[in-house]
């Protein structure tokens, strides 16, 4: 029975969240991989025995993906239905989506960037590769951040 703690429409928040997780750091994801796919076409032309090596942008962008999988899991998983699910939980969970979400979508915008213009760099000058792996780690930690929030979005069910 929906009460005004417990009201029909709160689970609509929580899925919303879930939503936003997947879509967004998917976003993020897929950009990153593109743009470091484009950079490491045109590099290949140069030097194609570099190729693997120049992977490791599209790898880490991928991974941006997997936090907001992670997060919509957890949120679905934690819904319920109306009767026990409460606003407060889907305003938490709504958070914890777009914390998840668009700090994934910023990560695999920088992921891709520094992907792209970073493996071209590295096909003419091999040093830069050690700082294109830094810019890389800084920038998926962008999106761990959002992960680490939304899971503390999700634990906090008091």
């Known amino acids: 029975m929906a009460n005004a703690e417990n009201p029909i429409y709160a689970p609509f928040f929580g899925v919303m969240g879930a939503s936003s997780a997947m ?4 976003l993020g994801a897929a950009y990153g991989t593109a743009k470091s796919g484009t950079g490491i076409a045109a590099m290949s032309v140069m030097r194609p025995e570099a190729i693997m090596k120049s992977i490791i942008p599209v790898v880490m962008a991928g ?12 949120v679905i998983s934690a819904i319920d239905g109306p009767e026990k699910y409460t606003l407060y939980k889907g305003f938490l969970h709504l958070g914890s989506g777009i914390s ?30 050690v700082g294109m ?16 929030v939304a899971i503390f979005g999700i634990v906090k069910q008091t």
């Open 133 to 148: 792996i830094l810019i890389l780690i800084f920038a998926e930690v962008l999106g761990l951040y959002g992960l680490i």
């Open 100 to 129: 998840v979400g668009f700090s994934g979508l910023a990560a695999g915008f920088a992921i891709g960037i520094v992907g792209d213009a970073g493996v071209r760099g590295t096909a003419q000058q091999p040093r830069l590769y």
């Open 63 to 74: 991974i941006i993906a997997i936090y907001g999988l992670i997060v919509a899991i957890l």
């Open 23 to 26: 879509v967004l750091s998917a």
